[in-house]
């Protein structure tokens, strides 16, 4: 069982930037691929971007490739989404997920309750 709490959404202009932390609770955070994605109003839900269990690898949906940016510390158990030159289209609820990896919701196990980011023009 890993629980996963986000952060650090909130209210910013277009172009700002906003950094997201997700902290995981449990022993095993080492064990997972971790994921971000989010859903806007009307709107599927989306992946964003994924990092392997290690932190050696990343991708990237190709709407934010270069724009943002995932990292991970597994000593203390979090992961970040580091997100540059925001754009209206970004606005969403932005959800932490860990699991097998991968770009469909399907491939991950536990989500967080989700942090709102809002991009203002």
């Known amino acids: 069982q890993v629980q996963l709490v986000e952060s650090g959404g909130g209210l910013v202009q277009a172009g700002g930037s906003l950094r997201l932390s997700c902290a995981a609770a449990?022993?095993?955070?080492?064990?997972?691929?971790m994921g971000w994605f989010r859903q806007a109003p009307g709107k599927e839900r989306e992946f964003v971007a994924g990092?392997?269990?290690?932190?050696?690898?990343?991708y990237y949906a190709d709407s934010i490739q270069g724009r943002f940016t995932i990292s991970r510390d597994n000593f203390r158990n979090t992961v970040y989404l580091q997100m540059n030159s925001l754009k209206r289209e970004d606005t969403a609820v932005y959800y932490c997920?860990?699991?097998?990896?991968?770009?469909?919701?399907?491939?991950?196990?536990?989500w967080g309750q989700g942090t709102q980011v809002t991009v203002s023009s």
């Open positions: 990092i392997s269990r290690s932190g050696s690898r990343t």
């Open positions: 997920t860990a699991g097998r990896g991968g770009t469909s919701g399907t491939e991950y196990d536990y």
């Open positions: 449990g022993r095993t955070f080492g064990l997972y691929a």
